[in-house]
C-alpha cells in the first residue's frame, strides 16, 4: 500500500501568512493525489482534485501542486476561518490511502 | 446539492454486527460509485470499502475484507455497510463519500460505530 506522509503535523499561523503544506508518497503517484480540508465537528470537504485542479466554490487562495512523489498545498494570505485540519489522498491505486494530517491553528 | 446522510451507527459488542446506512439525494446515484471510510483519533482517516455505480464491483481494504459486505439498492438510493465480526479496532466514525472518477465529494456527516463490551 503506498503511505502518505504529511509535514508539518501541526502549525500555529498568524492571518494573512502563507501556509505550506507537504505530502510525500512512497511511490509515484502520477498527478492522482487530492486535498481535503477537515474543520472540527464536521466531514471532510474536496478542496483540491489531481493534484493542482480547482474546486468550484473554494476560494482561490487555496493551490495545490506536484506531481509523482512530492506534492504540495498552498495557502496564500491565511484566514482565521481556515482553522482546520487538512488531509492528502492518493487515489492511483488500491487501498485508497490518507496522509496523517496537518492541524492548523490560526494564533 | 448532492447529499449523503448516514445511519445506524451504534454501542455493539465485540463479535457482534451492525448494518451502516447511507441514503444518497440530489444526484443520479447510478451514475456514480460510493465509499465507505473510516475516522478514529489514532489512526486517521482509512478508507474501507467502495462499490461501482452499478452495485456489480466491489472493494475491500485488508482490514475488512471477510467480515465487512457492502451493497446497494439504486431503488431505495441507499448504499449499505454490513459489518460482521466487529473488532475494538473498527470503533470509529464511518463516512460515506461519493466516489468522482478518484476523489471523494460530497461526504456524509458520518456515524459513530463504538465496538465495547
Known amino acids: 500500500e503506498i503511505v502518505l506522509t504529511q509535514s508539518p503535523d501541526f502549525q500555529s499561523v498568524t492571518p494573512k501568512e502563507k501556509v505550506t503544506i507537504t505530502c510525500r508518497a512512497s511511490?509515484?503517484?502520477?498527478?492522482?493525489l487530492h486535498w481535503y480540508q477537515q474543520k472540527p465537528d464536521q466531514s471532510p470537504k474536496l478542496l483540491i482534485k489531481?493534484?493542482?485542479q480547482s474546486i468550484s466554490g473554494v476560494p482561490s487562495r487555496f493551490s495545490g501542486s506536484g506531481s509523482g512523489t512530492d506534492f504540495t498545498l498552498t495557502i496564500n494570505s491565511l484566514e482565521a476561518e481556515d482553522a482546520a485540519a487538512y488531509y492528502c489522498?492518493?487515489?492511483?491505486?488500491?487501498?485508497?490511502?490518507f496522509g496523517q494530517g496537518t492541524k492548523l491553528e490560526i494564533k | 446539492e448532492a447529499q449523503l446522510l448516514e445511519s445506524g451507527g451504534d454501542l455493539v459488542q465485540p463479535g457482534g454486527s451492525l448494518r451502516l446506512s447511507c441514503a444518497a439525494s440530489?444526484?443520479?446515484?447510478?451514475?456514480?460509485?460510493l465509499s465507505w471510510v473510516r475516522q478514529t483519533p489514532g489512526k486517521g482517516l482509512e478508507w474501507v470499502s467502495a462499490?461501482?455505480?452499478?452495485?456489480?464491483?466491489?472493494y475491500y481494504a485488508d482490514s475488512v475484507k471477510g467480515r465487512f459486505t457492502i451493497s446497494r439498492d439504486i431503488s431505495k438510493n441507499t448504499v449499505y455497510l454490513q459489518m460482521n465480526s466487529l473488532r475494538a479496532e473498527d470503533t470509529a466514525v464511518y463516512y460515506c463519500?461519493?466516489?468522482?472518477?478518484?476523489?471523494?465529494?460530497?461526504w456524509g456527516q458520518g456515524t459513530l460505530v463504538t465496538v465495547s463490551s
Open positions: 489522498h492518493q487515489s492511483s491505486s488500491l487501498p485508497h490511502t
Open positions: 511511490q509515484s503517484v502520477g498527478t492522482s
Open positions: 489531481y493534484a493542482s
Open positions: 440530489g444526484f443520479t446515484f447510478s451514475n456514480y460509485g
Open positions: 463519500a461519493r466516489s468522482l472518477g478518484n476523489w471523494f465529494d460530497p
Open positions: 462499490v461501482s455505480g452499478s452495485g456489480g464491483v466491489t
